[in-house]
Every structure is written in structure tokens, then in C-alpha cells.
């Protein structure tokens, strides 16, 4: 069984600090990383794929992928009380290209 | 346009119902998913299929039966189902390969009393 690991926090920031939020995966050979936000009682949102060592960034956002100790994470800059919301890490199965595994999410508080 | 549109958004049916839900994504997308998440939960996936045909049932209750009539559209057809099928139910697409995203849907909260 393929596993996806967050720690469900909450983590709580201050409005204007960097939040970063984590992700492990089992799968050595998973290839394709996905963060998702959700509001409470709203479907998931896309926020950021990254498929390739290193940092990503969209904006406030950058994603870092580490393949060798297999972690992803995502930081978000400026955090902003509207962020606040479970985010999820979904992994893409490598020989499956069809199936998306997901994290059970982590709490986001920003607070004002 | 990334927007998956699902019907109805709410819905809430008697355990002797029959019930349908519907997904439509025009994005020329061929994997097509549903998903099933609890309160509190992350999305457990339910079934996906891959060119109008299902590659996955996660081993899913026969009470819930799926159906993809065409490349655009996705229905989950509910017959006798639990009070603990109460739930909010998501569709998704995506490009069948490759390093794809899923898109989700708007989800539909059933309520099974």
C-alpha cells in the first residue's frame, strides 16, 4: 500500500510569515507531486505540480522536491488569513498514471 | 476552462432511493475519477476510468455503480445505500498520461437518511 504522510497540524503562522508545510511519500518511484488547497466543505483546488528536483514558484508559492529523501513540500510566502485551509499532497502513482494518492491533508491557521 | 461541473450540489435520499450523479468536463480530458470524502478525511478514490472504459474500482460496494456514457460525461448511479454513505462526493479529470493534474469538481454533499 502506497502511503502519503502530512502531519495534520494545526499549524498556525502569523499573517506575513512563511508557511511551510510537508509531505513524505513511499513510493521511491512516484515521479508526480500535486498540491491541493480545500476550504472547509469545498472540493480540492490545484495550487502546484512539480515533477523534477528542486524549487518550483507560482507567486507566493514555491513547491520543493526532494526525489532522494522523498519529500515534497510547499512554503507559502506572505501567508494571508485567506489561506487558511487544509492542504493536500497528492502523488501520482508511477505505474498507474491514473491513480492519485493523497495525503490526509494539513490545517493552515493564518492569523490576523 | 479547467472547470469540471458536477449535479446535483446537494442531494439527500432515502435508503430505498435510486439516485444519479452527474460530472461533465469539456476539457478533452480521458481519465475521468470519482472520489468519496468524509468529514475531516482526505478524498478516497472510488473509480477512474480511462477512455470510457473503468481501469479502477477500488473495490467499491455494489450499491454505487458508475457509468461513462462518453468522453465528456461521468455518472455514479446510487441504489440502497447506508447512512454511512453520507458523504461528499467529488469527481475529477485529467490527461490520461503522463504528468498530468486532476481537476476537481464542485462535489455533490449526499445525505442518505
Known amino acids: 500500500q502506497k502511503e502519503v504522510e502530512q502531519n495534520s497540524g494545526p499549524l498556525s503562522v502569523p499573517e506575513g510569515a512563511i508557511a511551510s508545510l510537508n509531505c513524505t511519500y513511499s513510493d521511491r518511484g512516484s515521479q508526480s507531486f500535486f498540491w491541493y488547497r480545500q476550504y472547509s466543505g469545498k472540493s480540492p483546488e490545484l495550487i502546484m505540480f512539480?515533477?523534477?528536483?528542486g524549487d518550483k514558484e507560482d507567486g507566493r508559492f514555491t513547491a520543493q522536491l526532494n526525489k532522494a529523501s522523498q519529500y515534497v513540500s510547499l512554503l507559502i510566502r506572505d501567508s494571508q488569513p485567506s489561506d487558511s485551509a487544509t492542504y493536500l499532497c497528492a502523488v501520482k502513482e508511477e505505474n498507474n498514471f491514473n491513480k492519485f494518492y493523497f495525503g490526509s491533508g494539513t490545517k493552515l491557521n493564518v492569523k490576523p | 476552462d479547467t472547470e469540471v461541473t458536477q449535479t446535483p450540489k446537494h442531494l439527500v435520499m432515502g435508503m430505498t432511493n435510486k439516485k444519479s450523479l452527474k460530472c461533465e468536463q469539456h476539457m478533452g480530458h480521458r481519465a475521468m475519477y470519482w472520489y468519496k470524502q468524509k468529514a475531516k478525511k482526505p478524498p478516497e478514490l472510488m473509480f477512474v476510468?480511462?477512455?470510457?472504459?473503468?481501469?479502477i474500482n477500488e473495490s467499491v460496494p455494489s450499491r454505487f455503480s458508475p457509468e461513462c456514457p462518453n468522453s465528456s460525461l461521468l455518472n455514479l448511479h446510487l441504489h440502497a445505500l447506508q447512512p454511512e454513505d453520507s458523504a461528499l462526493y467529488l469527481c475529477?479529470?485529467?490527461?490520461?498520461?503522463?504528468?498530468?493534474?486532476?481537476?476537481f469538481g464542485q462535489g455533490t454533499r449526499l445525505t442518505v437518511v
Open positions: 512539480i515533477y523534477s528536483n
Open positions: 475529477a479529470s485529467s490527461q490520461d498520461q503522463g504528468y498530468t493534474e486532476a481537476f
Open positions: 476510468y480511462s477512455y470510457e472504459k473503468l481501469s
